[in-house]
């Protein structure tokens, strides 16, 4: 079946040219559009890891002084109206021992948490868990460190991790706007392909194609004896195919 199509294509440039032009404007296309696509999908879920650390940052400074006076009432309640944001899927509390404290839905999580919670723990530094992006998640894991005003309520020292505190957040308004980016990109790739590639058979059918064909079926007349010898080429371009088509007529 290949080798059909190959031999179809191959015995003329009429079939030939729209072939290679659709597959050299194929090729390009796709490559240019598809790291296009890459690049915005790499700028749309770095602003979404800007936004969860931002939200977890407010959060912090929102359940600051409610834990600073060991207010743990204060604090569950701020998380809650805080978890009420359509953006806020579920925010925990874990004490230095990383058992859960708190949560402000019922249910447990449908996903591990362990390794990202002890790893906040052990670096003292705050972790970011994008791992389920594409099922609409991220997490961010921020270790409560302690600071001299936390010695007078907690028997503890200063830098040591009195707790994490896990703001997970959904990305599927993320992945929604992706996939329209996705759909519009490849609408305007195939425009931009039938445009081009038809523009460009037009010109290289005109330019290239038609004067090769008009040329090859008068020197075909006269080589069967069909044609009139006195008949002078109907070429008049000033190209190569021109020049080819007045020494043609010089030899006749």
């Known amino acids: 079946m290949f080798k059909q ?12 040219i729209p072939l290679v032009i659709f597959m050299v404007l194929t090729l390009i296309l796709s490559a240019s559009f598809y790291l296009l696509i890459r690049y915005q999908q790499a700028t749309d879920h770095e602003t979404k890891l800007k936004n ?14 409610s834990m600073l006076t060991g207010d743990m009432d204060g ?14 899927l579920q925010i925990r509390l874990f004490n230095s021992d990383l058992e859960e404290v708190f949560n402000t839905i019922p249910e447990p ?8 919670l002890q790893a906040a ?44 505190v896990e703001t997970n957040i959904t990305t599927r308004d993320l ?23 038809g523009t460009l058979y037009v010109l290289i059918k005109k330019m290239v194609v038609s004067p090769i064909v008009a040329v090859s079926d008068s020197v075909k007349d006269i080589a069967t004896g069909e044609g009139d010898l006195t008949a002078r080429l109907a070429l008049r371009s000033r190209d190569e195919l021109g020049e080819l088509a007045g020494w043609i007529d010089t030899f006749i």
């Open 175 to 197: 992945l929604v706007q992706t996939k329209r980016n996705t759909t519009m990109l490849i609408a305007i790739a195939g425009v931009i392909l039938i445009l081009t590639g």
């Open 109 to 116: 999580p449908d996903f591990p948490t362990e390794a990202e």
């Open 5 to 16: 199509l190959f031999r179809y294509f191959n015995r003329s440039l009429k079939r030939k």
């Open 75 to 88: 604090v569950q309640e701020i998380l809650l109206r805080v978890a009420d944001d359509e953006s806020v």
């Open 121 to 164: 723990m052990e670096r003292k530094k705050s972790i970011v868990d994008d791992r389920f992006n594409a099922q609409g998640r991220i997490g961010y894991y921020d270790p409560v460190i302690a600071e001299d005003k936390c010695l007078e309520c907690h028997d503890t020292q200063v830098g040591d991790v009195l707790g994490i």
């Open 52 to 65: 969860v650390h931002q939200t977890a940052t407010l959060i912090r400074a929102c359940i600051g002084y």
